[in-house]
């Protein structure tokens, strides 16, 4: 049986008994899995083991309990949804620890496996309360990634090339190296206007530049089409000759907000085209230096075909 969300929530809808009340999830794994109720409210995720569970840490989203079954001293470990705003995205949860975990060699690597994907979780839940990224985020990261692609086609150094994409941690700009900084933006094909989102976006006394990046969905039998876990592997390729680089690069992924789910290979895109613009004194930006102290934050629009002048080839 495969295991899908969908599948988990009409197993869970089944259960008439939701103080307790649990149905073991039918599906070939390492580990047995079980569905249900904690209480009348509180959807539970139940695996149960041969060998001892080490201590797992609950988070905000999630109470998570082990304990050892005196009927025959197997070991147990339960997941249990805390938010109540986050119950849609708990089958997905549910589902994806399951799958992620099922094709382990034993039993000991499942739970390894389980725990890990957990914590990844927990992270991202933390960040995002739907667990998923929106539309706008995923074509913002799309288009970070295939510029990100495209220099380490070019680069001597794939770990500083990763180290270069600081957009990921936190920065005001998605790239900096030593001949400059980067800013990516996602946009349509039609678009004639791109958002600049801060005072500190084009803010860098440096100069560098403004990467537009022009990405729709599409139909899955186009060609050219991805999806966003594609081109994450296409990195992951490239990255494959240097393990550092490659850890790097997933950290700056988790904290994006992004793991490898089912959903991100489902919706295709397309890179129709790319258009790089030279931010210097003469670009119109605007900055803290060119506005008056009182304003401190804003956003703006710059209208592309008027940026013909700055354009580079």
Not at 76 to 93: G, K, M, Y
Request: negative net charge; proline residues 2%; contains cysteine.
């Amino acid at each position: 049986m495969t295991i899908t969300p969908e599948s988990l929530q009409r197993q869970w809808d089944s259960i008439k008994y939701r103080d307790g009340g649990f149905l073991q999830v039918d599906i070939k794994h390492p580990l047995e899995w079980h569905i249900g109720f904690q209480s009348i409210s509180q959807k539970t995720l139940l695996l149960v083991s041969d060998i001892e569970i080490g201590d797992v840490i609950s988070s905000k989203s999630m109470a998570v309990s082990r304990r050892r079954r005196e009927s025959d001293n197997r070991w147990t470990l339960s997941f249990e949804l805390l938010r109540d705003e986050q119950e849609s995205v708990f089958a997905i949860l549910c589902s994806d620890i399951v799958a992620h975990s099922q094709s382990a060699s034993n039993k000991k690597e499942a739970l390894a496996l389980v725990i890990s994907r957990y914590k990844q979780w927990s992270r991202l839940l933390e960040s995002q309360k739907s667990g998923l990224m929106d539309e706008h985020s995923r074509k913002g990261l799309i288009g970070e990634l295939i510029f990100l692609s495209n220099r380490l086609d070019t680069s001597d150094s794939a770990l500083t090339t990763v180290h270069g994409w600081i957009g990921a941690d936190g920065a005001d700009q998605d790239f900096a190296y030593a001949d400059g900084w980067i800013e990516v933006k996602s946009v349509g094909a039609s678009a004639t206007s791109v958002t600049i989102s801060s005072l500190e976006q084009l803010g860098c006394n440096d100069y560098g530049d403004l990467v537009i990046m022009r990405i729709d969905k599409t139909a899955p039998e186009k060609n050219g089409s991805f999806s966003l876990n594609d081109i994450v592997r296409q990195i992951c390729d490239q990255l494959s000759g240097d393990s550092d680089a490659l850890d790097i690069f997933r950290s700056k992924l988790a904290a994006y907000g992004y793991i490898d789910l089912q959903a991100y290979s489902e919706q295709k895109y397309f890179c129709s085209g790319t258009q790089c613009y030279s931010v210097n004194e003469t670009f119109p930006r605007m900055t803290k230096k060119t506005v008056p102290p009182q304003i401190i934050s804003l956003h703006y629009e710059l209208n592309l075909p008027s940026l013909q002048d700055w354009q580079k080839e």
